[in-house]
């Protein structure tokens, strides 16, 4: 039978038992703060993982752009063959092509957004007539993909990936990309500002239907959206440094709906899309009649020019 305590023996009993307990509490607090360290730290670990990962993805330098685009657009002659370029590289900007404003073919430049409603119109209108010229040789058509409308498809960056997509096939397989041009532009095909757009196996089913064959290099070239980098550029330097290939002292207008000029001592910059330029010269259907009306001028005034010298050739020979 135990003894009884004494009294002190008591007092003594209870300071040993609370210490006990303060010991054991403190044990208990400090395995807490290192398991919310340990976790805190992990939570930093995977943040900085994070933010490596994108900065490393946003600092990865720019790839070279497509094939047969180094001006940034790409450009159908004769029989809509698409002329041979090298590939613009990250550090070199765009520049026009030789042209020659007093011979023929016509020179025909059309900047675009494949969601521009306005695109889509206008291709509408004159896709036929401008693959005729251009088959024929009358006309040299350069086309400049756009993406300035990626904030009218809900998220998906339509414009940029529609853009990708015809870079991707003038890069590997030219001969379908006018058809492939003018098919993301058609009526049954081309999406509306606000919906999603077509999907990336959408826009290869239309790049089949147009020709194209779907290799697995197109597919991995849609799918890494290899050119939107250089997509983006395109944009930069339309809306910034000015448009490619105008004559000397040609002036765009600054706002279609007004129709006043940009000052001419300012680059001239893309406001509105389709924007299409002939022979260095903006056209403008409420100003200067249709399309197919002013190339036919255009061509009449060459025409003549050339006759003209050849008439005073002769005579001085």
């Known amino acids: 039978m135990n003894e009884k305590l004494t009294k002190n023996q008591r007092r003594e009993q209870a300071r040993e038992q609370a210490r006990v307990a ?8 400090k395995r807490n703060r290192l398991f919310l360290q340990g976790g805190i730290a992990a939570v930093i670990i995977a943040i900085v993982a994070v933010v490596a990962l994108v900065l490393t993805q946003n600092a990865k330098p720019a790839g070279p752009g497509p094939l047969n685009m180094i001006s940034g657009g790409v450009t159908f002659g004769k029989d809509l063959k698409v002329e041979k370029t090298k590939a613009l590289q990250p550090d070199e900007d765009r520049k026009a092509l030789d042209q020659d404003f007093e011979s023929l073919p016509v020179d025909v430049t059309i900047y675009v957004d494949y969601m521009c409603p306005a695109c889509g119109n206008f291709e509408q209108q004159n896709g036929t007539m401008l693959e005729q010229y251009a088959g024929s040789g009358d006309i040299a058509l350069t086309v400049f993909p756009l993406n300035f409308l990626d904030g009218q498809s809900l998220g998906t960056k339509y414009s940029t990936r529609a853009a990708n997509l015809v870079s991707c096939v003038v890069d590997q397989q030219p001969d379908s990309a006018f058809a492939l041009h003018n098919r993301l532009l058609s009526a049954g095909v081309q999406p509306q500002e606000q919906t999603t757009g077509l999907t990336d196996d959408q ?17 991995q070239c849609v799918k890494d959206q ?22 000397e002292g040609a002036q765009l207008i600054n706002d279609p709906r007004v129709g006043d000029l940009q000052p001419a001592d300012k680059p001239q910059r893309l406001t509105s899309t389709p924007t299409v330029i002939v022979n260095g010269q903006q056209w403008v259907e409420g100003r200067d009649g249709t399309l197919e009306e002013y190339l036919l001028k255009v061509k009449a005034e060459i025409d003549g020019s050339n006759a003209k010298k050849d008439a005073a050739a002769e005579s001085s020979n």
């Open 22 to 29: 303060r010991e054991s509490e403190k044990k208990r607090e």
């Open 203 to 219: 826009l290869l089913e239309n790049a089949e239907a147009a020709g194209a064959k779907l290799t697995t290099e197109l597919k």
């Open 226 to 247: 290899r050119f939107a980098s250089f997509i983006n550029g395109n944009w930069k330097s339309a809306s910034e440094t000015g448009l490619l290939g105008l004559a």
